[in-house]
């Protein structure tokens, strides 16, 4: 799996870790050891003006969700959500005129939080379609992150609304075996694991809705504010290895994974992707085997995918090729390893 170097990553607002930390204790768990198993020093308060590597942050929530036996943590944590949590961001979004409006400004100026998402509002007008990624390899477990941004999401947009929004689509890259009624009956609609996008849609018509809080004046001061911040602290550039997992990702199912085609996309020639890689002692194929062997072992262990299925969605021509390449990294077949 890809380690993920603390000096050079995307580094964020811890502040959803703080308020999770919270939750923690107020449900019976001491925190303080998760957080330090996920990368937070010991002796040193975190508050939520530190800027932290952000896989500290998802490496919390994933901690968290296995110290409590609870698979669904981000989820649940993210139904009590707080916009006024967020700080500046949450209020650019609660004091907006409409849903549309506070998405957008919330997605724009998500920035000031730290570089860890990208969001993506290009088709949120015309399809009420917001996405996410995070600036972290594809290998990194974020599953309770994104699903505690999902359900986060929806229950900021209907406190905000005062009135139950329902999307019509919510879309999660990851799978999830145990995937149960409940997200159904809080979204209101069925939540597609393993999908190509982390997405929520909703009704265009429904992100019409005029916000009872909205504040035209104050929202220009907090923009101002905002903007300032962006202007002083410009974001960090996802480093090569991310660059070259999320590129990967995308084209795994088509076997269309050579480093030709990801250094063309890169904007550079194959020798330069190399001698780039060389210098932090990686290899493209050693990225390539890594991401595979990550997302073969999560997709055993955390869904029902069949071998076939999995060999299909990780780019090998066929199975046995698939469990081959599974039993040189890992010493183990796939059947070895769901049986684990």
Not at 108 to 133: K, N, P, Q, S
Not at 226 to 252: F, S, T, W, Y
Not at 257 to 271: F, N, P, Y
Request: hydrophobic content about 40%; glycine content about 8%; overall charge neutral.
């Amino acid at each position: 799996m890809t380690r993920v170097r603390s000096s050079t990553a995307p580094r964020h607002s811890p502040a959803w870790a703080i308020q999770l930390a919270a939750y923690l204790r107020e449900h019976g768990t001491e925190p303080e050891p998760l957080m330090r198993a996920a990368g937070f020093p010991s002796g040193k308060q975190t508050t939520a003006d530190d800027r932290v590597p952000f896989h500290w942050i998802t490496a919390f929530f994933e901690i968290a969700a296995r110290e409590t036996n609870d698979d669904l943590l981000g989820f649940h944590f993210g139904q009590t959500a707080d916009v006024r949590d967020s700080g500046l961001v949450g209020f650019l979004g609660a004091y907006a005129e409409t849903l549309r409006d506070a998405i957008h400004n919330s997605a724009f100026y998500a920035r000031v939080f730290g570089d860890g998402v990208a969001f993506d509002t290009t088709r949120l007008d015309a399809e009420g379609r917001l996405g996410w990624d995070y600036n972290l390899p594809a290998s990194v477990d974020t599953r309770q992150y994104a699903e505690w941004y999902a359900a986060t999401c929806v229950s900021v947009c209907r406190t905000a609304a005062g009135s139950h929004i329902r999307p019509r689509r919510v879309c999660l890259r990851h799978p999830h075996r145990n995937a149960s009624d409940e997200m159904a009956r809080f979204f209101g609609c069925e939540v597609e694991f393993g999908a190509d996008e982390n997405a929520v849609y909703f009704e265009p018509g429904a992100l019409d809705r005029r916000i009872p809080a909205s504040d035209r004046k104050l929202l220009a001061y907090l923009r101002g504010v905002a903007q300032d911040i962006l202007d002083r602290h410009g974001g960090n550039v996802p480093d090569l290895p991310a660059q070259i997992e999320r590129l990967i990702m995308a084209r795994l199912s088509s076997g269309r994974v050579g480093q030709d085609e990801i250094a063309a996309e890169l904007g550079m020639s194959q020798r330069t992707l190399s001698r780039r890689l060389q210098e932090m002692d990686l290899t493209f194929r050693g990225l390539l085997d890594g991401l595979r062997e990550a997302l073969a072992t999560r997709y055993l262990s955390e869904s029902d995918l069949t071998q076939a299925q999995i060999a299909f969605m990780l780019g090998f021509a066929d199975q046995s090729s698939f469990i081959t390449a599974y039993r040189r990294w890992t010493g183990k077949t796939p059947g070895d390893a769901r049986r684990h």
